[in-house]
């Protein structure tokens, strides 16, 4: 089973915003996190990856000013990272969960609100998901 909690989470760079991801964590224990509007840089972010401990990786795409920002947390006792790409409204990781002979592509993603950006960002996700046609996918994340 993959546990993923998905979370807009307006901002992440507050103490009080960290501590409430921790809280969510210890409680459902998921084995990914996908986090939205992260509005960080990657000087927060580090200082996440600090807080949560040395099982988790942090994937990020850092926010434009206040705008955007996303953060993919894996727990790497229960998911092995095969691969990882980022771009500016998702990213995308095949894991492999623990004790399981299949993989999945995960995608994160923050959807952008310009025409224009919005079709730019679904031709890169439809090449990202041609290139992988038989894949169990998983899509989480904000469309607007």
């Known amino acids: 089973m993959m546990n993923i909690i998905s979370w807009n989470s307006r901002g992440l760079n507050s ?29 927060s972010i580090d200082s996440l990856r600090l807080k949560l401990g040395r099982y988790y990786e942090v994937l990020e795409v850092e926010s434009q000013g206040r705008v955007g920002g996303l953060a993919t947390v894996c727990d790497s006792r229960k998911i092995h990272l095969l691969s990882a790409e980022a771009y500016k409204h998702f990213i995308a990781l095949e894991v492999q969960p623990s004790g399981n002979s299949s993989s999945f592509l995960c995608i994160n993603t923050y959807s952008p609100q310009k025409l224009e950006d919005k079709i730019n960002f679904l031709l890169s996700l439809s090449k990202l998901l ?15």
């Open 15 to 43: 103490q009080s915003k960290q501590r409430i991801l921790k809280r969510k964590m210890q409680k459902y224990s998921p084995k990914m996190v996908f986090v939205q509007e992260t509005k960080c840089n990657k000087i």
């Open 130 to 144: 041609a290139r992988q046609p038989n894949s169990n996918c998983i899509l989480g994340g904000i469309s607007t």
